[in-house]
């Protein structure tokens, strides 16, 4: 003779960062086909959405681990939609009862309710910058001018983690460049803080930054998005850069270039600029090592090499000669 089914416990995993209701079909069909559908948290955002499916609901903030198993013995299923932190109380006490070997023990599945999709961890980002931002006295502050210095330092960093092929630093940097973004961002949703105090222009969001960088590389990626046709890197770049000049409808090629990057970077940049324009441009002359600096920085970019970069590699290189100089 068979031994009775122990019966079958589901728990229902789901995630805060899919919205709720947004639950995959075995999740439906197991929630529909239950003999009982249980949750400890009455405050579960899934609910209003399972009792509108018709499914019933029964709220067991402290369940009953021995009822369950008793309830579930002879075949029964019973789903738990469990909290994002999941119900330990109850998984507790069924170890505790399997532990005991005196128990036919339920058969256990976890079912995801919901996948998250790449990028969804920038919502817990969004919401730990939010919740920051309102109650850290030095985040509360913050202004725009008073990050910016911050941005270049990370920026920086990122770049010598990038030349180290340092890859733990890289993620590390890369994360606090993104959180100046972030920062910016939930600063700017804020507004100005007073009448032409930052700049003119009204609160916007994270979500008007991703929006805004997603149409631009839709409009310079036509041929990706679109029926343009551009097969190497140059003829990408120069779309690139013939797509941009229509959007900011600048009227000179060094419209756009920051002077205040670097003096190597931006004397490259000024010549990558005139370079693909076809302009041929005298280099300035004068006293002093500016017009040779300039020279030479021109002349590496014309040659395809950063000038910023290898003038930073070999000054780590003297940086490492000097250490070995004094002994270390």
Request: glycine share 10%.
């Amino acid at each position: 003779m068979n031994a009775p089914s122990p019966g079958r416990l589901v728990l229902l995993t789901t995630s805060h960062r899919v919205a709720p209701g947004q639950l995959s079909w075995p999740a439906w069909q197991a929630l529909h086909g239950a003999d009982r559908v249980l949750c400890a948290d009455p405050a579960h955002p899934q609910l209003p959405y399972l009792r509108e499916a018709g499914v019933e609901v029964e709220i067991a903030a402290t369940p009953d681990a021995a009822g369950l198993v008793d309830f579930l013995a002879g075949g029964r299923t019973a789903v738990l939609v469990q909290s994002g932190e999941g119900d330990r109380r109850l998984t507790d006490a069924l170890s505790r009862l399997a532990g005991s070997g005196r128990v036919a023990m339920p058969d256990l599945e976890l079912l995801p309710g919901a996948y998250d999709l790449p990028g969804a961890r920038l919502v817990d980002l969004v919401q730990v910058m939010d919740r920051i931002r309102e109650e850290c006295p030095w985040s509360a502050r913050q202004t725009h001018q008073g990050l910016a210095k911050y941005a270049m330092e990370e920026a920086f960093e990122l770049i010598e983690a990038i030349e180290d092929g340092d890859r733990d630093a890289l993620r590390e940097e890369l994360g606090d460049v993104l959180l100046q973004v972030v920062f910016h961002a939930r600063i700017a949703e804020d507004g100005p803080p007073a009448a032409g105090d930052e700049g003119d222009g009204g609160p916007f969001s994270i979500d008007d930054v991703a929006a805004t960088l997603i149409d631009k590389l839709v409009r310079r990626h036509p041929h990706v998005f679109g029926d343009a046709v551009a097969e190497t890197p140059e003829e990408v770049r120069a779309q690139w850069l013939r797509v941009k000049g229509e959007e900011k409808e600048r009227t000179s090629v060094t419209d756009g270039v920051p002077v205040a990057q670097p003096a190597l970077a931006l004397a490259a940049k000024l010549a990558s600029r005139a370079r693909a324009a076809g302009l041929r441009v005298p280099l300035p002359e004068g006293p002093g090592p500016g017009p040779a600096l300039l020279a030479l920085a021109v002349e590496a970019e014309r040659q395809g090499s950063d000038p910023e970069s290898a003038l930073r590699e070999s000054a780590r290189r003297y940086r490492e000669a000097i250490r070995a100089a004094e002994g270390h």
